[in-house]
């Protein structure tokens, strides 16, 4: 059985159940003789726990995205750093080739 839920519930009621599950966790600890209930009580306390910290981590992480208007392309070229370090250029490029980025084909062809 696979369990999904259509959307994250907020934070509050998150907050609310853990709260909830401590003060019953606790209360169990406190007068309840049976060892299980209160491993019971501990477990769903943690559950609730985790659970709403993920939450605050989503909520944390959904942080506003700049505006297209402020964004800047970048192009570079990536180095092939073995070839780099032999002295053969960037990614292994003749010396006077055009390395501006779109400029040609591809890959350039290789003679020899």
Known sequence: MCFSLKTEPSLVPLAGALMVAVGVTLAAMRWSRSRALVVL???????AGEITAGKIRTLRGAA??????RSTVIAAWVTDVASAALGAGPA?????EDRTPGAGSAAPERSG
């Open 41 to 47: 009580c501990v477990y769903a306390a943690l559950f």
């Open 64 to 69: 506003s995205i700049a505006p297209r208007s």
């Open 92 to 96: 292994g490029d003749r010396a006077g």
